[in-house]
């Protein structure tokens, strides 16, 4: 049976990560571990490199050093911060002066944490990062029978479960933050895939695939565009 730790990071499980710190030895093995809960990590060397990467690709947690080349860590929040307010964000930084600090706090910053960064304590970050994705919730009603586990990616109808696979409980969880709101194909591409992008089969077979597990139409195609998440 798993710890408690185990299963409160198992929802990173079908999320993808991006990475920038400047220092090869210590990415290398911050890679590492974060490679053990995400199901993708990129790593960068620069701010200018994590904005170019944002803008090609969608993630759902950030982790920056503070001080690199070219933008720090500091700057290249201030500018993610003015389009994204919800991104979980994770700050590794040598310096610990209170300026740092207040600015941290006043970008919505995760957590701080000091370097040398350990593993348990990037562990315990983590953490914080799969509460906030999940709103503090273990459990998510989609509607009055149906309820969606975000750790397990389990869908729960009365006594029956299903397991959603790692595209479906993306997608889904995409669709629960973005409710009642018209979600292009683009948009889904660049959520699930980045700039790998397949046909509009692929989307359209995960949808048959989901729609089959809520059994029941919450999402609707809307024509040419994409589709609707629609909540009562």
């Given at each position: ?49 994590a904005l170019k990467e944002l ?178």
């Amino acid at each position: 049976m798993k710890n408690n730790r185990v299963d409160l990071l198992d929802i990173l499980s079908d999320k993808k990560i991006l990475y920038a710190e400047d220092d090869e030895g210590i990415a290398k093995n911050t890679i590492e571990i974060l490679e053990f809960f995400f199901q993708k990590v990129i790593g960068v060397t620069n701010g200018e490199e994590a904005l170019k990467e944002l803008e090609n690709s969608s993630y759902d947690v950030l982790i920056f050093d503070v001080f690199m080349p070219k933008l720090d860590g500091i700057e290249t929040i201030k500018r993610i911060r003015k389009t994204n307010k919800k991104i979980p964000i994770i700050i590794i930084s040598a310096h610990t002066e209170q300026e740092y600090l207040w600015r941290a706090i006043e970008l919505k910053i995760t957590k701080y944490l000091p370097k040398p960064c350990y593993k348990d304590t990037l562990i315990e970050a983590l953490e914080a990062v799969s509460l906030e994705l999940a709103d503090n919730k273990t459990e998510i009603k989609l509607y009055k029978q149906c309820i969606y586990n975000p750790y397990t990616k389990t869908i729960h109808i009365n006594q029956k479960s299903n397991k959603l696979s790692m595209n479906e409980s993306r997608l889904l969880e995409y669709f629960i933050k973005h409710p009642n709101q018209v979600i292009s194909y683009n948009s889904i591409y660049n959520y699930i895939w980045g700039i790998d992008i397949p046909s509009k089969e692929a989307i359209k077979f995960i949808i048959k695939e989901l729609r089959k597990k809520i059994e029941k139409e919450m999402i609707e195609n809307v024509y040419s565009i994409g589709y609707i998440y629609k909540i009562v």
